[in-house]
């Protein structure tokens, strides 16, 4: 009875943690929280809970509370952090978030090769990660569009945010920087501003429900190919943001160490859920 208590203790503090990275992923640039979700072995049983509720409650209910609180906090926690980290040093910040989707990387292998892996798999990998890479590059490097913070551009943001959560890989932050909607975005959300999140919770919510079902399918279809695209996806998204200016050694010392730090996290995360599960 001890060692249940102790492991159903852990799986709560696990999920809790989890929560936060997976809130914060939606917002931090270049990062997943539909990713970190799949590699934290959360993403399913999230999926399971939008597309079959009455069948999924009585299974996952016991993740709601901790994963729910945790979300919140890192979606709206970080948002002012990240405003901040960002201004200070973007490389630094971004190196931080490289780290973090590196160490998510062999639990998300593992999971993508849990049914094999076909020829089609590979195809898919690099099929996605040519295709992302190129859209990113395009976007963040050649595309000019900039949008003035409005109702209709931040529910926009809402759609993105939620097509980041049911999209495993789509790191949605890169493209609202792209258009120059992710500082207002963020800025409104540390501040709570009543409008800005009446503006982007419509389009969150759509979103999430219209794609659920969808997404789902395709992950129960075509299991191996579509989530050795998700790897695809994380190893383009990853490549597009890595820093090229720094603004001396220092730095540069600076983003090794909280790339180290942030890459044992989540690879010590991932391994925490293997030893938890089934409490």
């Known amino acids: 009875m001890r060692k249940q208590n102790h492991n159903f203790m852990m799986r709560c503090l696990r999920d809790f943690l989890c929560g936060i990275l997976i809130g914060a992923g939606a917002i931090l640039p270049g990062v997943s929280g539909g990713v970190l979700a799949v590699a934290f072995d959360l993403y399913r049983p999230f999926m399971e809970m939008l597309t079959h509720p009455k ?8 993740l709601i509370p901790a994963l729910g609180l945790g979300g919140a906090i890192g979606f709206f926690g970080f948002a002012k952090g990240i405003s901040a980290a960002l201004n200070v040093s973007a490389s630094v ?6 780290g973090l989707i590196v160490g998510t990387v062999p639990s998300l292998y593992r999971e993508a090769g849990k049914e094999g892996r076909s020829r089609a798999s590979w195809v898919s990998l690099f099929l996605c990660a040519g295709a ?7 976007v963040s490097r050649v595309l000019s569009v900039h949008l003035e913070p409005s109702f209709w551009s931040f529910t926009l943001c809402g759609a993105l945010f939620g097509l980041g959560i049911v999209v495993p890989g789509l790191a949605t932050s890169s493209v609202l920087m792209a258009l120059d909607l992710y500082q207002p975005i963020v800025r409104g959300l540390s501040e709570m501003n009543l409008s800005v999140l009446l503006s982007t919770l419509p389009g969150m919510v ?4 219209l794609l659920a079902r969808l997404v789902n399918w395709v992950f129960q279809k075509h299991y191996s190919a579509a989530f050795h695209g998700i790897l695809g996806v994380v190893i383009a998204s990853t490549m ?17 160490v909280c790339a180290a730090v942030s890459f044992l996290l989540a690879f010590s995360l991932s391994g925490l859920d ?3 599960q089934g409490f």
């Open 55 to 62: 069948r999924a409650l009585p299974k996952y209910w016991r």
């Open 93 to 98: 910040t971004t190196w931080a978030f490289i």
């Open 132 to 138: 992302i890479f190129a859209g990113l590059f395009y």
């Open 206 to 209: 759509l979103t999430v429900l």
């Open 240 to 256: 597009v943001i890595i820093p090229v200016e720094y603004a001396g050694a220092g730095e540069v010392v600076l983003s090794a």
């Open 274 to 276: 293997r030893r938890t």
